[in-house]
């Protein structure tokens, strides 16, 4: 099942063209903006939406880049939530401390689960990665750990206000904190896919024979992988616990896992912009059925997705790929 | 680290078996390759060639027998630590990375010359940068020796089988390498061509100060461009030996050449 | 020790659930590669027509063939319809269409039937068998499992039919030329794995009771068993499926219930750590 | 001369958005064997995947009498038509037999199948010793054999040939191409091949089409093209 | 004519794990377009805000948010699930919205001081516990006890009552537990456990799918306890009818509503009146489905609250009508059991009568109880 992941072509790494730079300004000015002209729902909305966005570019190295599938990305996500909530809760510390934390210790747990994950192979690995969703949440609720974990109850966190002297609402200011750990994860992720290791990693996805015979220590940089998109997932579960004030074992359902996995593919596998297009399309998608439909709000979510996937097979990002392409090319030959 | 001896043999191949189930398709095999030759393994189909390169890239391990290289067992050394070692590969059937330019197949090629972990390139440190700048100067300079540069761009699942052979090379190239395994370069190549190939290996082994171990059916390059020719049958090593030595040698008639060779 | 026992027949016939929907995975692995995540609903929802179907008033076997029948033509139409526009995509978007189908399913059924359970009936006799260990219709079902077992066995192995939607599977364009009807095989095999999940629906059903969740568990169960087996053998999704129903029984006996989930899958992936293609899968060698 | 088997008119074809083919006509007699030769990258094996219905093709393409472009591969297979294909189309995880039963998999006459079957493997003992291996596992010159055996299997009326010799020992080219010939004249099989060794070309074939950049440049009996010096020297390079 | 509306907000499980109880918040919204269609409440119209959760914590808090920021509702009414529950508590505890009578049995909603602004409704899934302890030890005094609980907040919670009353070497009268997930397709296993732990008393925790099947499953494999099953397993139409009525003969339980399919309320006014009801304005619904009555009846307090509020509908005053319920006495509560709330007791519902099934119909016996609370 990996070992056929059709992604599209990657596309030359280059550095940025000046174009790209001014857009990326325009972007990153309008999310700062935003919090400002809307409510402060809708800013926690965004909130969620951006710690998604982390999460899916984690889960994107391992699957849409290294080609590991993995249906329990859930589990970290539901890791470092728990490492924030309980950081804070039980030993508290302030809660910009705890997301590094958080990160670290998802990245031991994913580079842990990498290694015998090594073995496994497509659907194999599906399975594992499954499994690993499925019983997170059981393990939370586990007696033995009822003393931090809070048992089926969870653990409530204090939501934090804004620094003292900073004008903002904590909605605001949540939203710029998770906002700058988007700027830095996509700079890094950035970094990390379009030089040496990011080769590696296609490379490993495309032939992993081949790979290992050009020196890449695939064993090595796959276990790796599933570390740093374990750690990218961890921080984005930590940021949504903050957000939510709240972490128990049923946010964690192996449906979050699958949602995830939603928000990669929906967004563009192998696609670094995608992650936003993903984040957008599981936060607002399922509200939008909601208000549709009553009776049968998942069916019509069902349809969203199918309906998506005809349309853009490979992804919102592979369609603006597609587009952006066709615009230059019909330019160039005016 | 033993002293190296340049009289010594660069490859050293000793005895080697391969087993699988109850194949046998390498038997014993034993021959030495010197510093700076050509040398052509040729042989039936099946005899075993392929899973030869196999073993000297770790691919598979050897039931009986060991590989020297440069006088160090190569079974001391994991897979991915060959192209490090020295051992560059292209191989029969392709595997180049399908969904990855012509460009990033060749940098993928310095793999094993640059040293830049995770957390370093996820930072770009500037070590970082120089690394990346002087491996896209060297493979800008291998695609311009195969005449790749065009292609440079484009994925290599859309070329034709030549040049995508072409790339394999570049990407071997890049690693490198002191010993190149190159596994039937010219297959699907018409005789222009295959001449075209045989300048080349000649200048890359002038140039680059090369030892290149060739599997080649096509015996017109075999024979003019090897300096040894080593023959194999049913895992069997039948023949070693110039190459004239080699092409007149019976068995290698009979199994290999036929009739009129 | 009798509890052993106890526990070890009841894993057997929770075992029987899983491999029956684990023998439909392994119908629609061999003809698409793919693991189908809607299976299951796909066999609740067929469930629930024979529900309407008996309701109406047809004796159980009549409406037990008809449902087959429908839920194959059903395959069928689904694959055409639904699944081919995308079969060229990437695996992962395909998959991404397997969930929409899934939810899809599960809402509607919901919203048609409500999510109140509903007593589904047996063909079996209800008196219990091997001495009050096991009820008449798990004995049935398991019998009914393995036949559906032998025929897809047969079928995979001796027929041409079913090595050319091996063949289809794994290499299409090849497959056409060789004159195999490519489209038809998937097809086909969507039909085939959804009259079998049909067939496990109606088996499940008098046990677990008719719900649209009914399946979600079972699922994941036979998911691990498939594969434990090894996802291209049906013998061994079979046997996988009974160990995994025997396992599970035990680890909670020993272990106690909370974790026993969590411990019988550690479990199961640990057995495919050492043995990648499951216990009885093929082991493909790529070679260069 | 005898009716064309096949016979093509104005063959388009196209990857995506790139043409590569421009129009081509050519034919091969019932009976006979022509070749297509060109270089690199002329569209020798779109050519061929273009009467197949492999490729999006405008033009003609016409099989002893019926119109068969338009129609799936699978239909045109059926109708008679067997492929080697460039890279061999090897089902991997399936065993030697199972892709030599597959070869014969639209044939009905059961017993006819198990004697060619026989003669297959007598051809190439190789592949009776590795009938239950992996198909994946042979080596490169082994599937190249299973590739032809394979399309063998079918008994086809037209068999088209890319680079049946890839990766085959000198030997074993020669016999194949004896094989060819043989089997020729006993089905009076027709063949449309396309190979790089273009002197092992002519001598089998009867008619040649030179192609360069997906047009057909020059064409003739193969006898003519063979002692022809000037175009042996610009297009065939030998 | 109409005097504005009155806007209410609730969290809904409509998909997901939970999506069986999604019908209470239909036919809540049904009930109260029948409400609007005879005139409103002191000429107000109910609009109830009914969204989906998929009984995901985040979800419901970012839903809620939704509700009272941007739809800004008067108040939350029954928002369903104590993980979600749990979720927003704070939240709208800081924010003053009056969160009425959430649609779970955990205690801890019943916290005037902590938490002012929320109401239970359930019987206390505690309370629950305690009776059925309460009632063994009296009945059953060397009672051996058996557990079958779900493994999440509320089948902890019933557990935790019986074992309040089960304490110091009481507590020994509990020979075996064992625990279910939701997503396990049966419990055979563990009813075999608890059979062989000698056990000849059987407390079943379960939700409807589950009790069906232990309670078939108890049966068939020839154990014969003394069994209680929990009130939310214990519907004869979504239960015991499937599970078989003959398997079902000699089961308690705990009751403070009526159960429409049981038989004795056949003829019941207050039941006639909402068999009508549904009929009319919930045709979709499932009569069988006990959760339909139960809906209807958290309706009826909301209704009965904002009738109390009269015309000043403010935050304050739905709190305060909330916390000064007087003997509400529904027509689908069972006989003697009445609804009470102060500003010290924010659960509406303490009282409940035991009852045993004789393989027709649920036979009350003895007296109404209350929980230590
Ligand atoms: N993994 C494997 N499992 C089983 N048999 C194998 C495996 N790898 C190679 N073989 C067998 O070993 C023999 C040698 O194969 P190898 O690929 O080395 O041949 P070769 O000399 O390269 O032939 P060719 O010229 O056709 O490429 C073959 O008969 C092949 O079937
Ligand atoms: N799948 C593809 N996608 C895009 N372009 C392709 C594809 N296959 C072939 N081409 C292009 O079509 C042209 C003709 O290719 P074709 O394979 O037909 O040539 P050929 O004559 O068979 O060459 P060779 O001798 O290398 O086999 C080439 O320029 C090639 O780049
Ligand atoms: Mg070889
Ligand atoms: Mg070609």
Redesign the pocket.
């Known amino acids: 099942m990996a070992a056929v992941l059709d992604q599209p072509a990657s596309k030359p790494r280059q550095a940025l063209g000046r174009k790209q730079w001014i857009g990326l300004a325009v972007l990153l000015v309008v999310a700062c903006v935003l919090p400002f002209v809307l409510g402060n729902y809708r800013v926690f909305q965004l909130t969620l939406a951006l710690a998604y966005a982390i999460a899916i570019l984690g889960l994107n190295m391992l699957t849409g880049y290294n080609g590991q599938i993995s249906l329990g990305h859930g589990a970290f996500f539901a890791i470092g939530a728990y490492a924030a909530a309980i950081l804070m809760d039980k030993a508290g510390w302030p809660y910009w401390a705890t997301i590094p934390v958080a990160g670290l210790v998802c990245f031991v747990a994913g580079f842990l689960f990498g290694l015998p994950a090594l073995r496994l192979e497509g659907l194999y690995l599906a399975l594992a990665t499954f499994a690993l969703g499925v019983a997170m949440p059981q393990i939370l609720k586990y007696k033995a750990f009822e003393h931090w974990t809070g048992g089926a109850m969870g653990v409530v966190i204090v939501k934090p206000d804004a620094p003292e002297g900073v004008p903002l609402s904590q909605d605001q200011w949540l939203y710029f904190f998770t906002l700058f750990w988007v700027v830095v994860l996509f700079v890094a992720g950035w970094n990390l896919l379009r030089g040496r290791v990011g080769r590696a990693l296609v490379a490993i996805r495309d032939q992993p024979t081949a790979a290992k015979a050009m020196g890449i220590n695939t064993a090595l940089y796959k276990s790796t992988t599933f570390g740093v998109s374990a750690l990218y997932t961890g921080i984005a579960g930590a940021l949504s616990a903050i957000a939510v004030q709240f972490a128990s074992p049923d946010s964690f359902a192996i449906f979050l896992s699958i949602t995830l996995l939603v928000g990669v593919v929906v967004g563009g596998l192998a696609s670094i912009s995608g992650a936003f297009y993903g984040a957008l399309f599981i936060q607002f998608i399922p509200n939008i059925a909601d208000q549709i439909s009553k009776a049968a709000p998942w069916a019509l979510y069902g349809v969203f997705l199918i309906g998506l996937m005809y349309l853009m097979p490979t992804g919102v990002a592979g369609l603006v790929r597609l587009l952006r392409h066709r615009w230059d090319t019909r330019r160039r030959s005016h | 680290m033993a002293v190296q001896d340049p009289s010594l043999p660069l490859l050293d191949v000793r005895g080697v078996t391969v087993r699988f189930g109850g194949i046998t398709a390498l038997d014993g095999v034993s021959f030495a390759i010197a510093r700076g030759a050509i040398t052509g393994l040729i042989g039936p189909n099946g005899a075993g060639k392929t899973t030869l390169f196999n073993c000297l890239s770790r691919l598979y391990v050897p039931t009986e027998g060991s590989i020297l290289f440069e006088g160090t067992p190569l079974e001391q050394s994991p897979a991915h630590r060959i192209a490090a070692l020295g051992i560059g590969r292209t191989f029969q059937n392709l595997a180049l990375f399908r969904t990855m330019s012509v460009r990033d197949n060749v940098m993928v090629g310095g793999h094993c010359r640059t040293g830049s972990g995770f957390l370093a390139n996820a930072l770009r440190l500037p070590a970082v940068r120089r690394e990346e700048h002087r491996l896209s100067d060297q493979a800008e300079r291998l695609m311009a020796l195969l005449d790749l540069q065009d292609v440079a761009q484009r994925p290599v699942?859309?070329?034709?089988?030549?040049?995508a052979k072409r790339v394999e090379f570049a990407r071997a190239l890049m690693s490198e390498p002191k010993l190149l395994l190159l596994d039937e370069p010219a297959g699907?190549?018409?005789h222009e061509e295959v001449d075209g190939l045989r300048q080349l290996l000649r200048r890359i082994q002038s140039e680059l100060r090369l030892t290149i171990l060739l599997v080649e059916h096509h015996m017109n390059l075999v024979m003019r461009v090897s300096d040894q020719v080593v023959a194999l049958d049913f895992g069997r090593k039948i023949a070693d030996g110039t190459p004239a030595e080699v092409q007149a040698h019976p068995d290698v008639v009979r199994a290999y050449l036929g009739a009129e060779a | 020790m009798d509890l052993l026992l106890h526990q070890v027949l009841s894993g057997l016939a929770t075992g029987g659930i899983y491999a029956s929907v684990a023998l439909a995975l392994v119908m629609i692995y061999q003809a698409t590669h793919l693991v189908n995540f809607a299976q299951g609903e796909l066999a609740m929802f067929a469930t629930y027509l024979s529900w309407t179907l008996m309701q109406s008033g047809l004796p159980y076997w009549v409406a037990f063939a008809l449902t087959v029948l429908i839920a194959f033509a059903a395959g069928v139409v689904i694959e055409r319809v639904v699944v081919r526009p995308v079969e060229n995509g990437s695996v992962l978007s395909v998959v991404i269409v397997f969930i929409g189908l899934l939810v899809i399913f599960n809402s509607l059924a919901g919203w048609i039937y409500s999510y109140t359970i509903k007593p589904f009936p047996s063909p079996f006799p209800s008196d219990l068998v091997a001495g009050g260990l096991l009820s008449g219709h798990e004995l049935g079902s398991m019998l009914v499992t393995l036949g559906v077992l032998v025929l897809v066995f047969v079928f995979f192995r001796f027929t041409p039919l079913g090595l050319a939607m091996r063949a289809a599977a794994q290499n299409p364009v090849s497959s056409r030329l060789v004159g195999v009807r490519v489209g038809w095989m998937l097809a086909l095999g969507w039909g085939l794995a959804s009259a079998i999940g049909a067939v496990a629906g109606m088996m499940v059903a008098p046990i677990v009771f008719l719900e649209p969740n009914m399946m979600g568990g079972i699922l994941l169960y036979a998911f691990a068993g498939a594969l434990l087996g090894g996802i291209d053998s049906p013998g061994g999704a079979v046997l996988g499926g009974f160990l995994v129903g025997v396992l599970e029984n035990l680890v909670g006996m020993v272990l106690g219930t909370e974790l026993k989930l969590s411990v019988a899958l550690v479990i199961i992936v640990a057995v495919l750590v050492v043995r990648p293609s499951g216990l009885f899968g093929q082991v493909h060698v790529a070679r260069v | 001369m005898s009716t064309p088997l096949l016979q093509v008119k104005g063959l388009h074809a196209q990857?995506?958005p790139?043409r590569?083919?421009h129009g081509i006509d050519f034919e091969v007699r019932e009976g006979g064997i022509t070749t297509i030769l060109?270089?690199?990258?002329?569209?020798?094996?779109?050519?061929?995947?273009a009467v197949c219905a492999m490729?999006r093709t405008q033009g003609e393409v016409w099989l002893g009498g019926e119109r068969i472009d338009g129609k799936a591969t699978e239909a045109i297979v059926r109708a008679g038509v067997a492929h080697v294909p460039?890279g061999r189309g090897t089902f991997m995880n399936l065993t030697v037999d199972e892709n030599l039963r597959l070869g014969a998999y639209t044939r009905k006459d059961k017993e006819q199948v198990g004697e060619d079957r026989e003669r297959l493997l007598q051809w190439f003992p190789r592949l009776r010793e590795r009938l239950k291996q992996q198909a994946g596992t042979l080596s490169g010159g082994e599937q190249q054999m299973l590739a032809v055996s394979r399309a063998l299997m079918l008994r086809p009326r037209l068999l088209l040939l890319?680079?049946p010799s890839f990766g085959l020992a000198p030997r074993i080219v020669q016999e194949l191409f004896e094989i060819f010939g043989e089997i020729n004249k006993s089905q009076r099989t027709s063949m449309l091949l396309?190979e790089?060794n273009a002197a092992l070309a002519l001598k089998l074939a009867d008619h040649a089409y030179l192609?360069e950049?997906?047009r057909v440049v020059i064409s003739g009996s193969a006898e003519s093209i063979r002692n022809d010096e000037s175009i042996r020297r610009s297009y065939l390079g030998y | 004519q109409s005097k504005g509306e009155i806007k209410l907000g609730q969290t809904m499980p409509y998909s997901g794990p939970a999506s069986a109880y999604g019908t209470i918040g239909k036919v809540q919204q049904a009930y109260f377009k029948m409400v609007n269609d005879n005139g409103g409440i002191n000429g107000r119209m109910v609009n109830l805000l009914s969204v989906d959760d998929g009984y995901s914590p985040p979800k419901a808090v970012e839903q809620v948010r939704k509700l009272v920021e941007q739809d800004e509702v008067l108040a939350l009414f029954q928002t369903l699930g104590t993980p979600s529950n749990s979720a927003i508590h704070k939240y709208v505890n800081a924010k003053k919205v009056p969160h009425l009578f959430v649609a779970t049995g955990a205690t801890k909603w019943n916290d005037p001081k902590g938490f002012p602004w929320t109401f239970g409704f359930n019987l206390s899934y505690q309370t629950e516990g305690e009776i059925y302890a309460r009632y063994i030890l009296k009945e059953k005094p060397n009672a051996k006890i058996a557990i079958l609980y779900q493994n999440d907040d509320y089948g902890k919670d019933v557990l935790a009552g019986v074992k309040r009353v089960l304490t110091g070497d009481k507590a020994k009268m509990i020979v075996a537990e064992q625990t279910y997930e939701v997503t396990d397709p049966t419990v055979d296993s563990q009813i075999l456990s608890l059979k062989a732990s000698g056990a000849d008393t059987f407390i079943n925790i379960t939700t409807p799918k589950f009790a069906a099947q232990s309670i078939r499953k108890v049966a068939d494999v020839g154990w014969k306890p003394l069994q209680f099953i929990n009130n939310v397993g214990a519907s004869v139409g979504s239960v015991l009818t499937p599970a078989g009525l003959d398997k079902s003969v000699g089961l308690i339980t705990v009751q403070y509503y009526k159960d429409a399919n049981d038989p004795q309320w056949k003829d019941d006014p207050a039941m006639l009146q909402w068999r009508g009801f549904m009929g009319k304005y919930y045709r979709d619904g499932n009569p069988a489905d006990a959760s339909n009555i139960y809906g209807v009846l958290a309706a009826e307090l909301m209704v009965q609250v904002l009738k109390q509020c009269g015309n000043d509908i403010s935050r304050e005053n739905i709190k305060k009508q909330a916390e000064s319920i007087k003997n509400f006495k529904s027509g689908l509560l069972l006989p003697g059991i009445a609804m009470n709330t102060s500003p010290s007791d924010h659960a509406p519902v303490d009282q409940a009568q035991l009852s045993k099934f004789d393989g027709k119909q649920w036979q009350l016996f003895g007296s109404v109880l209350g929980g230590q609370g």
């Open positions: 699942s859309d070329l034709p089988f030549g040049t699907g190549l018409n | 990857y995506g790139t590569v083919l060109g270089a690199n990258g002329a569209g020798k094996t779109t050519t061929l995947r490729v460039d890319d680079e396309v790089q192609l950049t997906g």
